[in-house]
């Protein structure tokens, strides 16, 4: 590896003639022509998003984090891997083991029979306590502030209403079959042009992969994606995600030049908004639940305090039934008004079907592959300044102080707050 410095013009010469933007003396490394790169989603992600963020956090350069998380990708990656245990449910299996670091050694938790949509808050309560001692780890069993601590017990909090929530609705709407979790793919790049293969691989993980049919002979698969999100989105900015475009295109590049072809129709996207619904107030003395139609609530939430309220021992489905059986006039509207919320996207939980045309696949892996060249051989690492870096950016300091010429070295290497990432820690995908 082969480290150079990136020089303005004559820098040497013209030190004293021109104001040098510091970002102009960041030390890239350069790798040598033979060495295969391994260029990750998150890497085109940062390299399209800021070359500066880029160059701080990629594997390829200085492969640095915050030793003290992002709290918006934190509680994203804790969803993450606790929907992978519970939405493939797999009934020949015993059991699960987590194993998690503490200062005296490794230490196990198991959980005995196979996994379901049942147990995500138990999941997702087990992946917080592995992920907060594998950072007590990373910070030297240092310990957490106070205010350190309230925040991962709030992040805590807000993930299991959230995995309430979304368990609420899978049991409701998700009639699909969820078929794989947490796939790994690495296919090699090839020059399009030429069609020679190049010194590079395109590596990721896919959420999972979906099927909506029932006929194991010719199934519809489908790749799906998890976003924790503060609200949502316009459904068409799904349109221009080429992340999972691109992930499209990687299988398709899983099956070149083999005899079976899976067909991948599209891209499931499944929200989950970054709130706790509203538990409704019980009105007339204790007798009935609130059917005030502004209550920030869910069908399922408002549902389950009717169940309590009345001591319904059945299924919230079975209770729903028993409301339009009884003629509950004011219940039915009230779930009309809540079904009408989901179907508006203002609800928690929403699933959206984005199709994508072969012409946009196979212009996404003609990107991938420009964009190894330009990773290759970076020539400029300008920043990219943007509203979100206030909470997206993890160098937003790093930058200000490059802005201002001052030496980062001191402060990236030598106060601890930035440390050597092990592994990825996810994809940009939540906000």
């Excluded at 006929?215 to 489908?222: A, G, I, T």
């Excluded at 989901?342 to 072969?358: F, L």
Aim: charged share 30%; aromatic share 10%.
């Amino acid at each position: 590896m082969v480290h150079v410095i990136i020089m303005a013009k004559q820098l040497s010469e013209r030190r004293n003639m021109i104001d040098i933007p510091r970002h102009n003396l960041l030390p890239l490394v350069i790798h040598p022509p033979h060495k295969v790169l391994h260029i990750h989603t998150s890497d085109r992600t940062a390299f399209k998003q800021c070359r500066r963020k880029w160059f701080f956090s990629s594997p390829l350069q200085l492969n640095l984090e915050r030793a003290w998380p992002n709290d918006k990708l934190w509680l994203g990656k804790l969803l993450h891997e606790a929907l992978a245990h519970c939405v493939v449910s797999n009934p020949t299996v015993t059991g699960t083991m987590w194993s998690y670091p503490t200062p005296q050694g490794e230490k196990d938790i198991y959980l005995g029979g196979p996994l379901t949509v049942d147990n995500l808050e138990e999941v997702f309560e087990i992946c917080q306590k592995v992920a907060r001692a594998n950072l007590a780890q990373k910070m030297n069993w240092q310990g957490f502030s106070p205010e350190q601590e309230e925040e991962l017990d709030g992040l805590l909090e807000l993930g299991l209403a959230m995995c309430h929530t979304y368990m609420l609705w899978h049991k409701r709407v998700a009639k699909f079959k969820v078929i794989a979790s947490e796939v790994p793919f690495s296919v090699p790049l090839y020059d399009y042009r030429s069609g020679n293969r190049l010194r590079a691989t395109y590596d990721g993980h896919i959420d999972f992969v979906m099927d909506d049919t029932e006929d194991l002979r010719d199934p519809n698969l489908w790749l799906g994606e998890y976003k924790s999100v503060a609200q949502m989105r316009d459904p068409e900015r799904l349109q221009f995600d080429e992340q999972w475009t691109s992930y499209i295109w990687a299988k398709q590049q899983e099956q070149r030049g083999g005899d079976k072809k899976d067909k991948y129709l599209g891209v499931v996207y499944i929200e989950l908004r970054k709130k706790k619904p509203r538990i409704p107030d019980i009105v007339y003395q204790g007798k009935r639940v609130s059917c005030n139609k502004a209550t920030d609530t869910t069908p399922d939430v408002w549902l389950e305090t009717v169940a309590q309220l009345e001591g319904w021992e059945g299924t919230l489905e079975e209770l729903e039934q028993n409301i339009h059986r009884r003629a509950d006039t004011d219940y039915i509207a009230m779930l009309d008004n809540l079904y009408e919320k989901e179907r508006q996207g203002k609800g928690y939980v929403r699933i959206t079907w984005v199709r994508h045309s072969q012409a946009e696949i196979d212009h996404v892996g003609k990107s991938i592959v420009h964009e190894y060249y330009d990773m290759r051989r970076p020539t400029h690492i300008v920043p990219t300044p943007t509203w979100d870096c206030t909470w997206r950016c993890d160098f937003k300091e790093v930058c200000l102080a490059l802005n201002d010429g001052v030496d980062i070295t001191e402060y990236l290497y030598g106060t601890g707050e930035y440390v050597e990432r092990i592994g990825y820690y996810g994809d940009v995908r939540d906000e």
